[in-house]
């Protein structure tokens, strides 16, 4: 398997660069079945964004994986009439591949919500 080529090493400019960190940053993450870990934080978890660095993705010939940040909204129901309401965000990884039209094509998402169940 070829090494794989980070951002910061990559050629400037790299459109396939721009391309993977546009895709990740539009999944439809809440639809898919990569959700349900953050929707098992609270009553009610909203989605509200993904950010991707540039520097943190990686590339292997038709292959590419990378770091990003998942944005959330958690709510919390109580008995009374108020709910408790807070944000927070997780890190999880992401891989893909280009398509043959060459394309980013999301393959697997991971998100670590340990943190939120530690102390």
């Known amino acids: 398997m070829p090494a794989l080529k980070f951002a910061s090493t990559a050629t400037v400019g790299d459109r396939r660069i721009a391309d993977i960190v546009e895709t990740v940053q539009?999944?439809?993450?809440a639809k898919s079945p990569y959700w349900k870990p953050l929707a098992g934080l609270s009553s009610h978890t909203e989605f509200d964004g993904i950010e991707v660095d540039p520097a943190g993705v990686a590339i292997?010939?038709?292959?590419?994986?990378?770091?990003?940040?998942?944005y959330v909204g958690l709510e919390f129901a109580s008995k009374g009439s108020k709910s408790l309401i807070s944000?927070?965000?997780f890190v999880g990884t992401f891989?893909?591949?280009f398509s043959p039209a060459g394309k980013p094509e999301i393959d697997a998402i991971t998100i670590d919500t340990t943190p939120f169940y530690e102390d």
Not at 26 to 29: A, D, G, K, N, R
Not at 61 to 70: A, E, H, Q, S
Request: without cysteine.
């Open 87 to 89: 944000s927070d965000a």
């Open 60 to 70: 292997a010939d038709n292959r590419f994986d990378g770091l990003m940040n998942v």
């Open 26 to 29: 539009t999944y439809p993450l």
């Open 95 to 97: 891989k893909g591949h």
